[in-house]
């Protein structure tokens, strides 16, 4: 029997910000908006849910102007979908396959002016990974961006078996997947984190050894030490006295103080089909904020909330419509 031919509009709905300022002003939903052109590395995705991050925020605010694309900007780096429509170089995918990805290879370096808060994105074919059958859209939205980062971190401070790691801002989008990969993929030694006392079982149930509660300790005043502590908060200066000697400090927050190691991911499917197996057995989990999903018409309140820092774990829109 044949298949019924995807019917793609001309125009979408979006959300988008035409001048730079608090998102929370300049954000605006548009509802005839061109869906964005394909091109012949890429796929067209039918958004079916989106993923906020903070570098969201900081982009619409005009932080990277010089080197973010034109305005307007529809914002979103995260997201899961239906492929709709293939270029002509694509293998991977076909239309049909459900996918995720982070849809920016380089964060700052001129990001897509049409991101996933919208019913439609084209992303490269490398950028994205198959959906893991386990896990629903909303779930798989939440992870590429925390999830890359996570994992791309540990690996350029080379986390061994043998080593210890503390995780700072442990209970936020990337530090839960920063305890879960230490824990089940890099198999750490022993895994420390810090949150507030309300999120410690939190860690406890993603496998962290040491729950320290920064409201009531210091956790750079514990007579232990680490072979690695992964900033995820920006506090480099009381990180460096929390590493044994010969230790190390990865950071995702600038300005970090040498000798700490900032970084910033690269976008790779390739790390998300890698960890596909840990996410359809279990061991690696999707960590949702209580109060997601937000829909799609809510955008700016959940941009509002994430900009609290209040969150646990990820912020995510659905459905789209």
Not at 48 to 65: E, I, Q, S, T, W
Not at 241 to 251: C, D, F, L
């Amino acid at each position: 029997m044949a298949s019924t031919p995807i019917i793609i509009p001309s125009h979408m709905k979006d959300w988008s910000y035409s001048e730079y300022g608090n998102i929370e002003e300049t954000l605006k939903f548009h509802h005839n908006v061109a869906v964005p052109e394909l091109k012949d590395d890429q796929v067209l995705i039918k958004v079916v849910a989106a993923a906020l991050n903070p570098v969201d925020y900081k982009r619409a605010l005009g932080n990277f102007k010089n080197s973010d694309s034109s305005l307007p900007t529809c914002p979103g780096y995260d997201v899961a979908g239906v492929v709709v429509k293939v270029g002509s170089q694509v293998k991977k995918f076909k239309v049909g396959d459900e996918v995720y990805g982070d849809i920016n290879e380089n964060a700052l370096n001129n990001p897509k002016a049409i991101g996933s808060l919208a019913e439609y994105t084209a992303a490269e074919e490398k950028v994205l990974a198959h959906k893991p059958s386990n896990l629903n859209f909303v779930e798989a939205a939440s992870l590429p961006l925390a999830i890359i980062t996570a994992y791309q971190g540990l690996e350029r401070v080379s986390l061994s078996p043998q080593q210890s790691i503390l995780v700072l801002g442990g209970a936020g989008g990337v530090g839960t997947h920063v305890v879960q990969l230490a824990k089940h993929v890099f198999g750490a030694s022993k895994v420390a984190a810090t949150a507030s006392t309300a999120k410690l079982e939190l860690l406890r149930n993603l496998g962290a050894d040491l729950l320290i509660d920064y409201t009531k300790l210091n956790f750079e005043d514990l007579p232990e030490k680490f072979d690695v502590v992964f900033d995820a908060v920006g506090q480099n200066e009381r990180a460096l006295k929390a590493i044994k000697e010969g230790g190390k400090v990865v950071t995702i927050v600038e300005p970090e103080i040498p000798p700490a190691i900032w970084y910033l991911l690269n976008s790779e499917g390739a790390v998300l089909e890698k960890l596909k197996p840990y996410l359809e057995s279990g061991k690696i989990k999707p960590i949702l904020d209580p109060k997601s999903p937000f829909p799609f018409s809510n955008a700016v309140e959940a941009f509002a909330y994430l900009k609290t820092h209040r969150a646990t774990g990820k912020i995510v829109i659905h459905p789209i419509p």
